[in-house]
């Protein structure tokens, strides 16, 4: 049997949901390399707590955060498309990753095996030394193709 009562409330949730979903989907390629690089950032935190001594070594812990960002680094590869040179909302995106795309598809893919090996060292002297490796690879990567925040 037609319920009209249970119709109009769940018109409006569908109609929400789906709105909800448009302004997901319209974010964008900036927007979403922005998140991924925040959540490396966060990651990169919670790494270099540990790495400087301020946080116990946690071998659970380093695999988790490095994981995380391997993953981000897998996804950000995917984040550059050709119409996303320019925002809104503002990019810190050099041109180099267009023009030189294989250089920075490269970078990326250094940074992502550096992610890989911190999530794999098996002791706080081996993620040390891959945590080094890791920060230099981002930086790296920065220093050639992102722009300082102004």
Known sequence: MFNIRAMMKAVPAAVILVSLGGVTALAGPIEDRQAVMK????????????????????????????????????????LFPENSKEGPPETWAKPEIWSDSADFKAADQ???KAAEAVADSKDEASFKTTMQDLGDACGACHKKFRRPKE
């Not at 935190?45 to 897998?74: Q, R, T």
């Open 39 to 78: 959540s490396n950032g966060k990651e990169i935190g919670a790494l270099a707590k540990m790495f400087k001594g301020e946080d116990p070594y946690d071998a659970a812990a380093v695999k988790e955060h490095a994981s995380k960002i391997a993953d981000n680094l897998e996804k950000a590869a995917t």
């Open 110 to 112: 250094n940074a992502y």
